[in-house]
């Protein structure tokens, strides 16, 4: 049984997020999704309702079921699927929750991943966090929630940036970058922006895996060439600057079992410090690549690619850590990795 | 079952998942190659671990005090409990030991 991808759109206050969830719940490309909002007055769906099937549920034209939040969200989901199999709303394919703009989206992914019911019928999928090119680099400044929810992304959407000077979106860009670069950032604004892809492009779609997992490297490697050019000429203030990104390359093929027992015990003592951890390992007696993908203590099962994104068949993983250092972690996944040589 | 990794005693857990190996009998390979090599790594700690039936691992300290445990999570876990302090991996004095290790084993 295929489980259903469960996404997160979050993004702080006035970031512009409902106003992507908007556009979402209209989009035809959501048609099969269903949305756990916090509130329907926010999202002001009345020109887009079709029917009301219960007192938190409602149908809209788009063909997209929309609920509300009433008690914890492991019930929310639970309940949803159960009507999802008694008929009561449409066989949805996909869910999106919307979370409040304060909130830490690494508990919500503990629920998916944790709770046995709920991983039984559904997957992790895209991280999406908004963040206004106006305001962001404030809520970058005060809030520590805003860092943790660049740090967990899959995909970043910048919004506001018709109302903000060009040197403001650069010097955010640069700031969104230094604290996660391995998550492709898109404009709100860009009228080719496609919405659907936000949500759907992820490493467990078999139709775009191939393709995701291409724009990591790229980025990963952007990254590192931008690194070595001006790794100190960022602004970083108290909240971002104890997150550092940063990829490592491994030569020779990788012991996957070395490899488990280090990861294992890095998420054992420092998985509140580890906020993502991603990429394509070369695995020694696998011809096949496999594909690595962590938030925090939250490990999706590992899944082979069919073929090398690129010509490069290194291993490459890219780790987004708070308060841990680059050179330790290095030193110390090479000492385990070592002990498979024997 | 742990709340935070989300594995379920018995199920699957994630360090199993990469190599793709359905044979039982290369899987027990596997799983005796993975004791050997986490032994190396408790060693640092004067702890040890067995496998246990296939399906879990035994730990235990040199006093003879024993655990069971499902998976790699667990077993670091249980691993503190048992010393009373943590099992850092980016300890320098573990990094050098196993730097040694290797050393000394001709790698």
Redesign the interface.
Known sequence: MSRLPVNVLTGFLGSGKTTLLQRMLASEDLADTAVLVNEFGEVGLDHHLLRRVEGDIVLLKSGCVCCTIREDLGSAIRDLYSMRSRGVVPPFQRLAIETTGLADPVPIL?TV??E?VI?HHFRLGNVVVTIDAVNGGFHLDRQPESVRQIAVADRIVLTKTDIAEPHEVERLVGRVRAINHAAPIDLAGDPNLDIGGLLSSDPYDVGSRGQVVADWLRLAGEEREHHHDHSHGHDRNRHDAAIQTFSVTLDEPLD???F????????????DDLLRVKGI?N?R??DAP?V?NGVQ??????I?LDAWPDGDRRSRIVFIVRG??RE??E??LR??L????? | ??????V?GGG?H??D????VDDPSARRR?RL??VA??N??LAHYALRSDDWQGSAYLLSNRTGKTEIVD???H???AA?RMIGR?????D?A??ER??M??LG???
């Open positions: 503990s991943m944790g046995p991983r996957w079992t070395a488990g027992i280090w990861f294992s015990m890095m998420l054992n003592r420092h998985g390992l695995l007696g696998g496999v690595i203590h939250v490990i999706h099962p590992p082979h841990l250092e330790r972690i030193a110390s000492a385990f070592g002990l498979s040589a024997l | 079952m742990c709340g935070l990794c989300g379920l699957p994630w360090t998942g990469a190599t793709g596997e190659g993975r090599t986490v190396r790594v998976n790699l999570t077993l670091w876990q503190e943590g099992c850092d991996p980016l320098p573990l990094i196993l730097g290790d290797r084993r001709g790698g």
